[in-house]
């Protein structure tokens, strides 16, 4: 009888592992995810965009002062990133923990897909960038995953994971332009 109980103890224990909401090894350990960001100097100075944090706030920002751009490695420090944050200027939405939980997951897999080759399609149109950002605890450095760029030069993350990522993002603008 004990040995029934213990082993019907060990099975309820281990289901809970399964549990995302309630296992640290599912909870989210950096700070920024996700940037949407248009950058254009052809015209005069346009930059705006925003962050989307661990705790699912969507961060705009517009014209900010002292931003820091991943450097051209693609990587950017934890403490620039958290200035970046702290210099956007609105809180603009608000994403369900459960679904950021979910799509941040897919990020990984988004990281080892192929991009293409910077392809030139237009000329003064500036650059439009959707992506995620895996933080690297050994450096303290965020890793930018480019999920797709579009403007003077078009890049292409060809995995479905990406793609799946890259609508998600979409449809945050497309929220965001509702809401105005």
């Not at 990984?108 to 439009?128: C, F, H, Q, R, W």
């Not at 450095?141 to 998600?168: C, H, P």
Request: net charge negative.
């Amino acid at each position: 009888m004990r040995r029934a109980f213990f082993i019907f103890a060990i099975l309820l224990l281990t289901s809970c592992a399964h549990v995302p909401n309630e296992n640290p090894r599912y909870a989210i350990r950096q700070k920024a995810l996700f940037q949407f960001e248009y950058v254009n100097h052809a015209w005069g100075r346009q930059h705006n965009g925003w962050l989307i944090d661990s705790s699912g706030e969507l961060h705009c920002y517009n014209l900010p002062n002292n931003w820091t751009f991943p450097d051209s490695s693609g990587t950017i420090s934890a403490e620039d990133m958290e200035r970046n944050l702290q210099n956007t200027d609105s809180l603009c939405y608000q994403i369900d923990a459960e679904e950021l939980k979910a799509k941040f997951s897919l990020l990984p897999l988004a990281a080892k897909g192929p991009t293409s080759d910077p392809v030139n399609e237009m000329y003064d149109a500036g650059i439009v960038i959707y992506a995620g950002y895996i933080l690297n605890p050994v450096n303290n450095r965020y890793e930018r995953v480019m999920l797709q760029q579009t403007g003077d030069f078009r890049i292409d993350n060809q995995s479905a994971q990406a793609k799946e990522l890259y609508e998600w993002l979409l449809s945050m603008n497309q929220k965001l332009t509702e809401k105005q």
